[in-house]
């Protein structure tokens, strides 16, 4: 596992002063890097206020920009290439959420995955193939890669939310119905919001939906 690359991002200790009792994982969008999604955990924390955030810079540097990181290439957007993507970075994060969690003294129950973009897509592809199952997966603006071998690969089904604006122009909104509907047909307890006239971006309900969520997961009241 040491050959792999180290993860390492912005961190937000628990609003409460106290241990950590959850741990949030935020993944960033192609192209951006952990400084980008750090700063919904203000918001979250208002929720959440006995949670720590972490917001890990992807691994790989972005093949398209001249700053900020990737988690997978989408250079060639072809499905099996995405999915050799995400095939690679999914032991890499995996070693990042055990040393995170380990730190904390914390176990996957206490763990939830919250992506944007290209974000989502990691946090879809490896909560749900993780061997114990996360407490959740809060996805926006994202799609399920792999439709078609997801349920062979499937090892847990925690719960998921999907946010999506029906006018993103990044990633088309015909992929947020259609991750719906298959995790629906594979019993993955799903819940999907469209936020009318939204594009490639997260609103503020978008976010109070997602707290939400999250109290709900870890156990708190809605």
């Known amino acids: 596992m ?16 106290g241990p950590a009792k959850q741990l949030v994982v935020l993944l960033h969008g192609y192209g951006a890097d952990g400084n980008d999604l750090i ?17 890990p810079h992807a691994p ?29 970075v999914t ?37 749900l193939r993780r061997v114990t199952p996360c407490a959740g997966i809060l996805g926006y603006s994202g799609a399920l890669l792999g439709t078609e071998s997801l349920g062979d690969e499937l090892r847990g089904r925690p719960p998921v939310m999907l946010i999506h604006g029906d006018d993103d122009p990044v990633v088309d909104y015909n992929l947020h119905q ?22 490639h971006s997260i609103d503020m309900e978008g976010l109070t939906l997602g707290s939400s969520f999250l109290r709900r997961v870890f156990g708190l009241s809605a």
């Open 39 to 55: 700063g919904l955990a203000p918001q979250f924390a208002q929720a959440l206020p006995d949670a720590a955030f972490v917001s």
């Open 2 to 17: 040491s050959s792999y690359p180290k993860l390492e991002g912005p961190s937000i200790e628990p609003a409460s002063g």
């Open 178 to 199: 259609l991750s719906l509907s298959t995790l629906e047909a594979l019993d993955v307890p799903v819940e999907g919001h469209t936020r009318p006239g939204l594009g």
């Open 91 to 127: 032991p890499i994060l995996e070693r990042f959420l055990d040393l995170e969690l380990g730190n904390r003294k914390l176990g996957d129950a206490q763990l939830a995955l919250v992506g944007f973009s290209q974000g989502t897509m990691t946090a879809l592809h490896v909560g």
């Open 60 to 88: 790989f540097p972005c093949e398209m920009a001249p700053y900020g990181r990737q988690w997978f290439s989408l250079s060639d957007r072809a499905p099996a290439r995405m999915m050799e993507g995400a095939r690679l």
